[in-house]
């Protein structure tokens, strides 16, 4: 498997991001209305929660942190 790209990894957050505000608004709405529906898909284990999480590994995964103290220490 090829390695994922920049601007894949951002898109999978996005995504990750945009359905969850969309279910959470819609949820919302829908509670104003009177059907009483929970936000579950903010629960662990759920599709939203592991794109926005592995993303956010991918994307620091790719960044560079240099100290001397810490490498010192280390």
């Known amino acids: 498997m090829k390695p994922f790209t920049t601007k ?3 898109l999978m ?3 990750g991001l945009g359905s969850f505000l969309l279910y959470t ?4 709405t829908l509670s104003l209305l009177g059907h ?4 579950y898909i903010t629960g662990s284990w759920k599709l939203p929660v592991i794109m926005v999480g592995f993303g956010m590994f991918l994307l ?3 960044a560079t942190f240099h100290s001397r103290a810490i490498n010192r220490i280390a």
């Not at 608004?25 to 919302?28: F, L, P, R, T």
């Not at 009483?36 to 936000?39: E, H, N, Q, R």
């Open 8 to 10: 894949q990894i951002w």
């Open 13 to 15: 957050v996005g995504i």
């Open 25 to 28: 608004a819609a949820s919302a």
């Open 36 to 39: 009483s529906m929970g936000i």
């Open 60 to 62: 620091f995964d790719r």
